[in-house]
């Protein structure tokens, strides 16, 4: 069964930092491109980050450039992403998924099997 599993998210401060997981079951994780997405109340899905499948190449959202580093750890089958400088805007459920990235679009892209995770909440708040 293919399955990807968020974790790590929570409460902080504005400023503060939180590191979100993606560990993958199912499938090799690394042979594909896996991108993270949040969903704020009210608002539409987005892309935030992804990481190519090859060379590992990585792409952020405006919104997050400077700010989020995304990363791969193929001995554990787990994507990362670091969240630093975080803002009262950046309050959503994070999701990741496989992806199909460019430097316009980062979107999702399920293989045979995959559908949305119930993701992990990021509350910035002070």
């Known amino acids: 069964q293919v399955q990807l599993v968020e974790s790590g998210g929570g409460l902080v401060q504005p400023g503060g930092s939180l590191r979100l997981s993606c560990a993958a079951s199912?499938?090799?994780?690394?042979?594909?491109?896996i991108g993270w997405f949040r969903q704020a109340p009210g608002k539409e899905r987005e892309g935030v980050s992804c990481i190519g499948n090859i060379w590992g190449r990585t792409y952020y959202a405006d919104a997050v450039k400077g700010r989020f580093t995304i990363s791969r750890d193929n001995a554990k089958n787990t994507v990362y992403l670091q969240m630093n400088s975080l803002k009262p805007e950046d309050t959503a459920v994070y999701y990741c998924?496989?992806?199909?990235?460019?430097?316009?679009?980062?979107?999702?892209?399920?293989?045979?099997?995959?559908?949305w995770g119930q993701g992990t909440q990021v509350t910035v708040s002070s």
């Open positions: 998924a496989t992806a199909s990235c460019s430097d316009n679009k980062i979107g999702h892209s399920f293989i045979s099997g995959g559908s």
């Open positions: 199912g499938f090799t994780l690394n042979r594909h491109v």
